[in-house]
């Protein structure tokens, strides 16, 4: 069946504006989860959705970044106010229960100008 | 908090050749998961193998094996025969066996296989 997609592939933006980046799992794929991955770095953890549950929060680095998940499926993590240090590939993974291999997206590069 | 450490930040490789790449950890549970991710040019993360810490035996998926030494909290990938295709970043992770699951990331080695 068809992987984790993200849109857009890239986004250019300028400095202080907001953006949305969006993530479709695989279908019936409960658990999804956000990373982001700097140059040259490995991935930083963001934000985590377990079904129904309250979404993990723990990973977002300021109080401009923030997540929903609409119907347990489709999840848009929006990064108001953007900086220069935000920009970043920011990458998406679902798995079918806790625990369980998480699966990528094709990422988003965002550029902050 | 758990950590993870790949401390070769590029490797190369002839091409047939072998090749290891090297990944230790710290944790204080007992039960988890690690994993060895691939990141082409086109920054797709690709899944490898996957091991159980709870299984001694070493996953093995065709070329690729690992080296799981638990009480050292060693995790080390071997590349049989490798090819011009396995050119990519290569990542470590570790994963709790309950609770939050997100996973935490080496910083990752640039393996260039060599015609």
């Known amino acids: 069946g068809a992987g984790v997609s993200q849109s857009p592939s890239n986004k250019v933006t300028e400095k202080g504006k907001d953006v949305e980046l969006r993530c479709d799992p695989i279908s019936g794929h409960t658990a999804l989860y956000w990373y982001r991955q700097s140059l040259g770095q490995g991935l930083e953890f963001l934000i985590y959705f377990q079904g129904n549950s309250a979404p993990d929060k723990s990973g977002l680095p300021s109080d401009r970044f923030s997540a929903e998940r609409t119907g347990g499926s489709v999840s848009t993590l929006t990064i108001q106010r953007t900086q220069q240090e935000d920009s970043a590939v920011y990458l998406c993974a679902s798995s079918s229960v806790e625990g369980a291999t998480q699966y990528f997206g094709p990422g988003t590069r965002l550029t902050v100008l | ?115």
Not at chain 2, 66 to 82: E, G, H, T
């Open chain 2, 1 to 115: 908090a758990q950590t993870v450490t790949q401390s070769q930040p590029e490797m190369s490789v002839q091409e047939a050749e072998t090749v290891t790449l090297s990944c230790t950890y710290d944790t204080s549970e007992s039960n988890y998961y690690l994993f060895w991710y691939k990141q082409p040019p086109s920054r797709q993360m690709i899944l490898v193998i996957r091991q159980e810490a709870y299984k001694q035996q070493n996953a093995t998926e065709n070329r690729f094996s690992v080296n799981f030494q638990k009480a050292a909290k060693s995790f080390s990938l071997k590349i049989s025969d490798s090819q011009l295709g396995d050119t990519a970043m290569y990542f470590c992770a570790f994963m709790k066996h309950s609770g939050n699951n997100d996973m935490r990331f080496g910083a990752g080695t640039r393996l260039t296989v060599k015609p």
